[in-house]
């Protein structure tokens, strides 16, 4: 009777579900633009043939902006992929993205950060300052501040011009042998041990290119991130146990060397606090995150659980902070390389405010001097062309999500229409590559790179950028403020922005009149039947194929940016 009965319930539930399964497709988000939906697979077939259409691995941002020239560019669209992943909001308006990253009596700390970024927990930390919601993130926000202020940033100018020399030293060498090298593989290990610096007052000595010379930590941190990196699905961790287990494993090594690492970095500054008490000197508090994060805690409360605590942080900056600089790096050099007139205009800056001698003894003295701080604040140019490749080449965007019922809406642009959405439920994506390429704010012009329309407005910091009306803009050619946010915007912005343009400044100030860069295989330069290069219509030497990105847990030059480098003929002749 009992088998009777669940055989006649058998098409009432297969009813229901088809009824449900029609209702999540095709009804719960109706009201929000997309391509059109799969009753079985949602968007994710589609997603897939959009794949297709183009370079197979190239970011997802590109693809998402070849979906939205589709549907027409719409200040959002929507992309369902469940049950793999969660249903997500794509958001292409500044205006928009504005309302998801500020505060309001809804949300007053900025809307919640997706459970997505649950993925990175092995490289972030489970309890990482990236994650955290509410009055826990703002309890580590308001600890870490003291880190990344300016005037304290700017001290560290010595130790930025230390940690860069090695990478001249390489570039050296690859100028002597003439040989190929991708870029990345100096960049990243130059930022690791910049931000090790930062956030441990620790040296990694990351910058050895033999790498059986480089610490266990360094070796151990690099084969995780490349469980991350070498990831190019859109699936969710569950999917690969075996990848899973090996970044627990990993992880797990990482964790033990950071504890002890913590453990004796505290006995060092006990042991530095209690020498300068017995001598009378005034005592200085450290403002490295391992230093601000420890400077109260007694020896009795440094406990396992504190300790874990606190290298959940550390790992969250030394990702944050070596990875986007990096990319950074990369995208301005490849750039200049590829625009004479901009390279010219660096060059020219950085001639009249450090002077003829490009030579790294001198530009490393004068940046170390006293006057180091204004010297940096007046590379007006530099600060334009780190600005403009930070707006086409963002490294990520940022993801956030509010429950079901909680009611959080956003109102539309007038020009898409206006009206509100409830994105509840959703994962929200600002997506600063779509949003920083709006023909609505950067015209014509949206996809070429032009340092000079940030002239009068350089600052890559929120808190100085004027905060006019957002439909006019600020004093950039009317740029609105919230049209650029590599950084995001809002209270969760990245804490580390500063520390970022800083590094760029110094790094380029040492770098651009030393070296020429030439680009190999991908977005090599184009040459003429008399071996010339070619100037295009937008003053930028003609390519022979488009350099893009690829999805390395945050957005990389798909090649590692392959490089060859010689000497600028503006350069001292130390080398010649």
């Known amino acids: 009777m009992i088998s009777g009965l669940l055989l006649a319930a058998l098409p009432l539930l297969a009813v229901y579900l088809y009824t449900r399964l029609r209702y999540l497709r095709f009804r719960q988000y109706a009201n929000i633009p997309q391509i059109k939906s799969s009753l079985v697979w949602g968007h994710m077939r589609v997603l897939n043939d959009f794949i297709l259409r183009g370079k197979v691995d190239r970011h997802i941002d590109q693809v998402l ?3 939205s020239d589709e549907l027409g560019n719409p200040p959002i669209l929507l992309l369902d992929l469940r049950p793999a992943s969660y249903p997500m909001a794509v958001v292409t308006s500044h205006e928009v993205a504005e309302q998801v990253s500020r505060t309001s009596k809804l949300m007053p700390w900025s809307t919640p950060k997706s459970p997505t970024m649950l993925a990175f927990q ?4 489970k309890q990482s300052i990236m994650t955290q919601q509410g009055e826990e993130w703002k309890h580590l926000r308001r600890m870490f501040n003291p880190g990344f202020a300016p005037k304290h940033l700017h001290s560290l100018l010595p130790c930025i011009v230390e940690k860069t020399r090695p990478f001249l030293r390489h570039l050296d060498a690859y100028a002597r042998s003439g040989d190929e090298f991708c870029l990345d593989t100096l960049t990243i290990p130059l930022t690791f041990d910049i931000i090790g610096a930062v956030v441990m007052d620790a040296d990694f000595d990351a910058q050895h290119l033999d790498k059986a010379r480089q610490g266990e930590f360094i070796r151990l941190y690099r084969a995780l991130a490349d469980t991350y990196s070498n ?4 699936f969710p961790s569950w999917f690969f146990p075996g990848r899973e287990w090996r970044r627990y494993r990993l992880g797990t090594r990482i964790e033990t060397l950071l504890k002890a690492l913590v453990r004796e970095k505290y006995d060092e500054m006990r042991q530095h606090m209690q020498q300068q008490k017995n001598s009378g000197e005034k005592q200085k508090k450290s403002r490295s995150v391992l230093g601000l ?7 009795a409360d440094l406990t396992d659980a504190l300790v874990s605590d606190v290298c959940d942080q550390i790992k969250s900056f030394l990702f944050a902070g070596h990875d986007t600089t990096s990319i950074l790096l990369a995208w301005i050099l490849y750039e200049l390389s590829r625009t004479p007139h901009a390279l010219a205009a660096v060059r020219a800056e950085l001639d009249a405010v450090f002077g003829p001698d490009s030579s790294p003894a001198s530009v490393g003295e004068k940046l170390t001097s006293p006057e180091g ?3 940096i604040q ?6 334009a062309t780190i600005k403009e490749a930070l707006r086409l080449h963002p490294p990520a965007g940022t993801a956030r999500m509010t429950p079901p019922g909680t009611g959080f809406a956003v109102k539309l642009p007038e020009e898409s229409g206006g009206g509100e959405l409830c994105l509840d439920g959703l994962v929200i994506y600002n997506c600063a590559t779509l949003i920083q390429r709006d023909d609505k704010v950067y015209g014509e012009t949206k996809e070429d790179f032009v340092p000079e329309r940030w002239l009068g407005n350089t600052d890559t910091s929120e808190d100085g ?6 439909k006019e803009g600020g004093k950039a050619g009317k740029i609105p403020n919230s049209a650029w946010r590599p950084f995001e915007r809002g209270p969760r912005n ?3 922005q500063e520390l970022a343009n800083i590094e760029a400044r110094v790094i380029l100030a040492m770098v651009a009149r030393r070296y020429d860069f030439v680009k190999v295989g991908l977005g090599a330069l184009e040459l003429n039947e008399h071996g010339e290069k070619v100037l295009n219509e937008k003053g930028q030497w003609k390519v022979k194929e488009e350099l893009y990105n690829t999805r390395q847990v945050t957005a990389k030059p798909v090649d590692g940016t392959r490089m060859k480098v010689r000497l600028a003929s503006s350069a001292s002749a130390e080398l010649r």
């Open 122 to 125: 092995y490289l972030l930390g």
């Open 293 to 299: 994060s420890l400077q109260d805690v007694d020896p």
């Open 378 to 383: 007046r590379l007006s140019y530099c600060s």
């Open 373 to 375: 701080e204004d010297l």
């Open 65 to 67: 902006s070849e979906m």
């Open 494 to 496: 990245c804490i580390g």
């Open 231 to 234: 990831d190019k699905t859109q």
């Open 465 to 470: 950028q004027s905060q006019g009306d957002e």
